[in-house]
Structures are given as structure tokens and as C-alpha cells.
């Protein structure tokens, strides 16, 4: 029939979102038919994300523009976030069961796996939304779940005090984001950011920026942009190695991609002008990214909870991200869509090789702490010896993180500093404030190295885990790798980058769209 025909051409696209959905459904049964529930639904999920990674693979929605008129979109971005999403929360469930399976209360399991696949697939959403309205409803569908993940330890009184911190926190976010969207609802008459591109340029400077910086908040706090991180160490410090790698990873991400489509439709419709506005947005961009990533390495000098370390760290990276976001607003017609292209394959490189980073570093975490029962610093003294292996992972994942070669970290690390500098002006003192920023991080992270290495301990050997060690050994490995295959993942991003920005470039100007204030009374 024609109509299912349709439907299942505009359905195509979004085939990992519907299995995600459905592997959802499939946990809840899961209790009525065994009764070890928590390593069956974690089998159960762990399927389904395998065959939601695959449909992305094989259906290869990379370029269907526009569905659900306007409300999602299928375009090479969205797709590539959600293969790095899609890897990302496997290697988590495969650290799950390394890790926190076996202190997990029998019966917590299919709750659990439904909480986190509903995030997750709240975050495909994020990344494959121009409108408005679905920006805030996936926004909600990450959020909600992740508050109820970061208090999932439920005898952990610091669990509940990070997930009611984290809540608070979340809803004023949303809140300041949903009135800034109302602002751009009332200038333009319109949820669809490809239109109302079109038109930005014609409203009045101050409703404009309230509206933005909206936006700019709401984004900013699943971003952990300072002043709006002060949940994110108290909530990976509660929260469970797995909840906390999660958190570390997707949520950065997911904002980071909305944010970008959100940048993009604002300079795309001004052209790249020298306008104040795009001016002012590079600026504040470019500061709120170098201040939180001096923020972050700063905090992190401190901190003996390796959680509380790692949030910190993830901080200091979501603002080595952000900064490149001033390119998006900053540079003349010519110039800008170079420099988008640039700053698209940037942030995708880098979060490609951020996956990996954090989900090494947090499973070797997860893995002592199964062990020691502790998350100090301090007991990982002597961890060269105690379990050599587990040393030697987190030591590559560290140094990675730190942006040293030869780790794949130095690639992304330098490849964001090398187009900021590409750009010149003032984006210079960008690259001078990563370049510190680098300096910085190299105490914390070897604090811990000097602690697996250097401080001599009496304490028993680390068996850890089979699988975990093999997450550990892959992530380290991958790391190496990346390096070595550069060039075949820098032509991957930016075909995907070059792709994605060209076709938001060319969207066509759709008709005339008049003001709220215009208009006749709504019917």
C-alpha cells in the first residue's frame, strides 16, 4: 500500500531509535521468564544495541534530509553520532557486567537497562532534531532516565543526595531553555530551526540574544559548561562506575551535537556576517570554553576519588570541544563554511577518540574498585605490580586523555588546535589556552601513574575480570591504533563533516515567514 510505503521510507532512517524502543520492551518481559533477570536483561540489551549499531551500518541513512516535516533529521552528523553512541554504550554494558553486575540487587536489572537504553535513545534523538519542540522533548527523554541512573545505587545515601542535585540542577536548565525557545517561537512563528534561520537577522538584537542564551543554558548543562558543572563531580562520585562513564561520554556529546546544529542554523542564516550578534556568540563560545576547560584542570589538582578526578577531566575536555565552537560564528561568507567543516570534523575526530579514552580509563577504575572496595587514588599504589596489565591500560588511557603521543589523543587533541589556529585572530589565544591547559592536566593525571608506579604497597594482587580486562586491552589498543590509522578516520570525519554542512548550507528557502506580532489571532 502506498501509505505504509511511506511511512516506512520516513520510519527507514530512524531504524536504531525503533530498535532501541523495542529492545526496551523486551527488558521489561524479561522478569516473567527467569528469574536471574539482571545478567539476562543485560544480554538482552547488549543485543539490541548490536543490532541498532548494525541497522545504522547496513541502512545507512546518510543523507535522507528532513522527516516528519522538519520535526527529525537524517543527515551523515546524526548518523556518525550515533555509531559513536552506539559503541560507546555497548563498551558500557560490557563494563556493567565486569564491574557492578555482581553487587547489583537481583531484580534491579531489567530497571537498570531500561533507564539507560530510554537515555540513549533520548541522545539519538538529540543528535537528529532541528526543531524546537523535538529539541526539548529529547532533551527531557535523556535527562529524566539520567537522573534516575546517577540515584540507582540505592544503598548509597551519596547516590540520592548527586541524583536530587542533579535534578535540581536539570530543571532549572530546562526551564531557562524553554523560555528562550518561546522567544524564538514569538519572533518567528515557527519551531523549525531551517526556517527560522532565514529570518534571524530581522529581529531586534535583545530578544534575539535572550533567546540564544536560553539555548546556550540548557545546552550548557548537559555540556557541563562552568558556571552550569557544579553537579557533575557530585554525581559521578555517587553514581556507579557505569552510570558515571555513561554520563562522562553521552551526555557531552548529545548536547555538543544539538549545539551545533543550533550554531549552525544561527550563522548559516546570517550568512557569516560580521554582525554583532555572531560576534558576540563566537566570543562568549570561545571564553565559556576556555574557562571551562581551566576550571576543569584546576579542580581536578585536588581530588583523590579517581570519580571525582575522571569528572573533572571530562569537564576540562567538554571545554577543549566547546572552543572550537566559535568557529561556527566567527569569519566572512567565504571563510565560514571552510571553517564550519573544520570545526564539524574536529569535534567528531574528537569524540571519536574521547570514547575510547574515558571508557578505558573508567573500566580500569571500575575494575579496582571491585576489587579494593575503594575509589582513593591512594589504592592504586604498586598497580604495576599488582596487576600489570590493568597499569599499563590505564597509563595509555591517561596519557591519551593528556593529549601526549603516541596515542590517538595527541591526533585529536592537535587537530583542534591546528584549525583554530588555521582560523587566526583572536582564536589564537584559544590555542594558547589549550596548549596551558595541556601543561596543567599532565599533574593530575600523573598523580595516578606515580601511584600505580612509583609508591610502594603490601596489598594483595588485582585479579580483575576477564571481560573487563578485554575492554580495557581493547580501548589501550584502540588508542595505538588510531594514531597509526589516522588518516583513514580524518577522511571519514570530514567527508561527514563536509556532507552534513554542505546540505544545511543548501537547504532551500522556504516561504515567507511573518512574525507573531504580524499575524492575525490564532484560531
Known amino acids: 500500500?502506498?501509505?505504509?510505503?511511506?511511512?516506512?521510507?520516513?520510519?527507514?532512517p530512524f531504524v536504531a531509535e525503533l530498535t532501541l524502543i523495542t529492545t526496551i520492551v523486551a527488558v521489561l518481559v524479561t522478569p516473567f521468564f527467569t528469574r536471574r533477570a539482571?545478567?539476562?536483561?543485560?544480554?538482552?540489551?547488549?543485543?539490541?544495541?548490536?543490532?541498532?549499531?548494525?541497522?545504522?551500518?547496513?541502512?545507512?541513512?546518510?543523507?535522507?534530509?528532513?522527516?516528519?516535516?522538519?520535526?527529525?533529521?537524517?543527515?551523515?552528523?546524526?548518523?556518525?553520532?550515533?555509531?559513536?553512541?552506539?559503541?560507546?554504550?555497548?563498551?558500557?554494558?560490557?563494563?556493567?557486567?565486569?564491574?557492578?553486575?555482581?553487587?547489583?540487587?537481583?531484580?534491579?536489572?531489567?530497571?537498570?537497562?531500561?533507564?539507560?537504553?530510554?537515555?540513549?535513545?533520548?541522545?539519538?534523538?538529540?543528535?537528529?532534531?532541528?526543531?524546537?519542540?523535538?529539541?526539548?522533548?529529547?532533551?527531557?527523554?535523556?535527562?529524566?532516565?539520567?537522573?534516575?541512573?546517577?540515584?540507582?545505587?540505592?544503598?548509597?545515601?551519596?547516590?540520592?543526595?548527586?541524583?536530587?542535585?542533579?535534578?535540581?540542577?536539570g530543571a532549572a536548565a530546562s526551564a531557562v531553555m524553554v523560555y528562550g525557545m518561546s522567544w524564538l517561537y514569538g519572533l518567528y512563528g515557527t519551531l523549525q530551526?531551517?526556517?527560522?534561520?532565514?529570518?534571524?537577522?530581522?529581529?531586534?538584537?535583545?530578544?534575539?540574544?535572550?533567546?540564544?542564551?536560553?539555548?546556550?543554558?540548557?545546552?550548557?548543562?548537559?555540556?557541563?559548561?562552568?558556571?552550569?558543572?557544579?553537579?557533575?563531580?557530585?554525581?559521578?562520585?555517587?553514581?556507579?562506575?557505569?552510570?558515571?562513564?555513561?554520563?562522562?561520554?553521552?551526555?557531552?556529546?548529545?548536547?555538543?551535537s544539538m549545539l551545533m546544529r543550533v550554531v549552525m542554523s544561527f550563522s548559516n542564516g546570517m550568512g557569516y556576517a560580521d554582525t554583532s550578534i555572531l560576534t558576540t556568540l563566537a566570543i562568549v563560545l570561545g571564553v565559556l570554553g576556555a574557562i571551562t576547560a581551566t576550571v576543569g584542570n584546576l579542580g581536578a589538582f585536588v581530588q583523590n576519588n579517581i570519580k571525582r578526578l575522571l569528572a573533572y577531566s571530562s569537564i576540562a575536555h567538554a571545554g577543549y570541544m566547546l572552543c572550537v565552537y566559535a568557529m561556527l560564528t566567527a569569519g566572512t561568507a567565504g571563510e565560514g563554511l571552510t571553517q564550519?567543516?573544520?570545526?564539524?570534523?574536529?569535534?567528531?575526530?574528537?569524540?571519536?577518540?574521547?570514547?575510547?579514552?574515558?571508557?578505558?580509563?573508567?573500566?580500569?577504575?571500575?575494575?579496582?574498585?571491585?576489587?579494593?572496595?575503594?575509589?582513593?587514588?591512594?589504592?592504586?599504589?604498586?598497580?604495576?605490580?599488582?596487576?600489570?596489565?590493568?597499569?599499563?591500560?590505564?597509563?595509555?588511557?591517561?596519557?591519551?586523555?593528556?593529549?601526549?603521543?603516541?596515542?590517538?589523543?595527541?591526533?585529536?587533541?592537535?587537530?583542534?588546535?591546528?584549525?583554530?589556529?588555521?582560523s587566526g585572530g583572536w582564536m589564537w589565544a584559544l590555542v594558547a589556552i589549550i596548549g596551558l591547559n595541556t601543561v596543567f592536566s599532565l599533574y593530575y593525571y600523573a598523580r595516578v601513574i606515580r601511584a600505580m608506579y612509583l609508591v610502594p604497597s603490601d596489598k594483595p594482587a588485582i585479579a580483575g575480570h576477564p571481560l573487563g580486562n578485554a575492554v580495557a586491552v581493547g580501548c589501550a589498543g584502540m588508542l595505538l591504533l588510531l594514531l597509526v590509522a589516522y588518516n583513514p578516520v580524518q577522511r571519514l570525519t570530514s567527508r561527514y563533516a563536509r556532507m552534513s554542512v554542505n546540505r544545511a548550507v543548501e537547504q532551500p528557502r522556504p516561504q515567507a515567514l511573518q512574525p507573531l506580532a504580524q499575524r492575525g489571532p490564532t484560531r
Open 193 to 256: 530551526l531551517n526556517e527560522i534561520h532565514w529570518r534571524i537577522d530581522e529581529a531586534g538584537s535583545i530578544p534575539l540574544i535572550l533567546a540564544i542564551g536560553g539555548l546556550v543554558v540548557g545546552l550548557g548543562f548537559k555540556i557541563s559548561v562552568v558556571p552550569l558543572h557544579l553537579w557533575c563531580p557530585d554525581v559521578f562520585e555517587g553514581a556507579g562506575i557505569d552510570v558515571a562513564a555513561f554520563l562522562s561520554v553521552a551526555s557531552k556529546g548529545a548536547g555538543l
Open 340 to 422: 564550519m567543516q573544520g570545526a564539524s570534523q574536529a569535534i567528531l575526530l574528537y569524540l571519536t577518540v574521547y570514547l575510547f579514552m574515558n571508557l578505558g580509563a573508567f573500566t580500569v577504575a571500575g575494575l579496582v574498585a571491585r576489587e579494593t572496595g575503594s575509589e582513593d587514588i591512594n589504592d592504586y599504589a604498586s598497580l604495576s605490580t599488582r596487576n600489570p596489565l590493568l597499569a599499563a591500560c590505564m597509563t595509555l588511557c591517561l596519557f591519551s586523555l593528556v593529549g601526549m603521543p603516541p596515542l590517538a589523543g595527541f591526533i585529536a587533541k592537535f587537530n583542534v588546535m591546528y584549525v583554530l589556529g588555521r
Open 38 to 169: 539482571n545478567w539476562v536483561s543485560g544480554l538482552v540489551a547488549l543485543g539490541g544495541l548490536l543490532v541498532a549499531l548494525l541497522s545504522v551500518l547496513i541502512v545507512r541513512p546518510w543523507d535522507e534530509g528532513p522527516q516528519f516535516r522538519g520535526m527529525l533529521v537524517s543527515d551523515p552528523y546524526a548518523a556518525y553520532w550515533k555509531i559513536i553512541l552506539l559503541v560507546f554504550v555497548i563498551g558500557v554494558v560490557l563494563m556493567w557486567f565486569s564491574t557492578t553486575a555482581s553487587s547489583m540487587h537481583e531484580g534491579d536489572g531489567p530497571e537498570f537497562f531500561t533507564l539507560l537504553l530510554g537515555a540513549t535513545t533520548g541522545m539519538c534523538l538529540m543528535g537528529s532534531t532541528s526543531n524546537l519542540l523535538m529539541m526539548l522533548v529529547a532533551m527531557e527523554t535523556t535527562s529524566l532516565p539520567s537522573y534516575v541512573l546517577a540515584g540507582f545505587r540505592k544503598t548509597s545515601r551519596r547516590g540520592s543526595e548527586a541524583s536530587l542535585k542533579y535534578v535540581l540542577f
Open 1 to 12: 500500500m502506498p501509505g505504509w510505503n511511506t511511512a516506512g521510507e520516513m520510519l527507514r
